[in-house]
């Protein structure tokens, strides 16, 4: 019987949480630095797919793996020249899943999806965790994909993946999205309405969804998800033009790899690692907003 090995990673932070300098970058088991959006695989076995946690939940730091920086570590989003807070929606509070992304995957801005009509964001593709259990940032976690909603965002397409952790106590009983509903009933309601309403309290309207804001079940969603591994293969292997994206890697032995040593010299160059910055009084706020 043939196991999948199970790959380990660890982070290293540098920089200071809730400062611009604030960096996370990842590495294997032997300590090499790795890009989480090259080469950490996007299948973690038959069925299952890796997910980098970007934001745990509860919290409201907008961090993303930063596809223009060499090894792509996750930093903190910007908008005119401030750090990215999403608002507290009443009820909501921060983030309601954990949050971020599949590696190996790309939304190509250049494909026009045939069933949204929309072209893609120029990220991996998005996961929203639904477990239990809070992931710290940087966490490589093993997921089942239930389905997904289509967010439409300023024109494009923005996949967001519903998928829950192996090991929770729910997974098991969790298999396609129809069973989100029954077994955590309200859930996927709450899911859209946050996504709707996320951005109101910066002034902007409320974000709309394809498909009549209703989920897509688990092989469209599989399928969207494959989709965008074979754009992500494009890109790595020069078919596509990388635009702005930086495509430094360590495992996958073509033009963009770096060796350990060059790697290790990138993690090096970034800010050292300082104390925690306290985080804006204004992330508390209550937001109320309406969709009436």
């Known amino acids: 019987l043939l196991q999948e090995r199970i790959m380990s990673y660890s982070v290293e932070q540098r920089g200071s949480l809730n400062n611009t300098d604030y960096r996370l970058f990842f590495k294997d088991e032997a300590g090499k630095p790795v890009s989480p959006f090259h080469d950490i695989p996007m299948m973690a076995g038959e069925g299952v797919y890796n997910m980098v946690v970007e934001v745990p939940r509860w919290s409201n730091a907008k961090m993303e793996i930063d596809t223009g920086s060499s090894l792509n570590p996750i930093k903190q989003d910007m908008k005119k020249g401030k750090l990215r807070y999403v608002a507290n ?154 635009g702005g994206l930086l495509l430094t890697n360590t495992c996958l032995g073509n033009a963009a790899s770096k060796s350990a040593e060059e790697a290790a010299g990138v993690v090096g160059e970034a800010a050292p690692a300082g104390e925690d910055l306290p985080l804006p009084d204004t992330v508390h706020k209550w937001h109320y907003v309406s969709l009436k």
């Open 89 to 242: 929606c009443f009820p909501h509070h921060g983030y309601i899943w954990n949050y971020g992304a599949i590696p190996q995957t790309w939304e190509d801005p250049n494909h026009i999806d045939d069933s949204t009509k929309c072209k893609g964001d120029n990220d991996p593709i998005d996961v929203c965790e639904i477990g239990h259990k809070v992931h710290p940032r940087g966490s490589v976690i093993k997921v089942k994909v239930l389905g997904t909603f289509a967010l439409i965002d300023e024109g494009e397409t923005d996949w967001k993946i519903i998928c829950i952790d192996v090991t929770d106590p729910l997974a098991e009983n969790l298999n396609d999205i129809n069973d989100v509903e029954k077994l955590m009933p309200g859930f996927l309601a709450a899911t859209v309405e946050w996504f709707k309403i996320y951005k109101m309290p910066d002034g902007k309207p409320a974000n709309e969804f394809a498909f009549d804001s209703k989920p897509k079940d688990r092989e469209f969603a599989e399928h969207i998800i494959a989709g965008c591994h074979e754009s992500w293969k494009k890109l790595v292997g020069g078919d596509t033009d990388a």
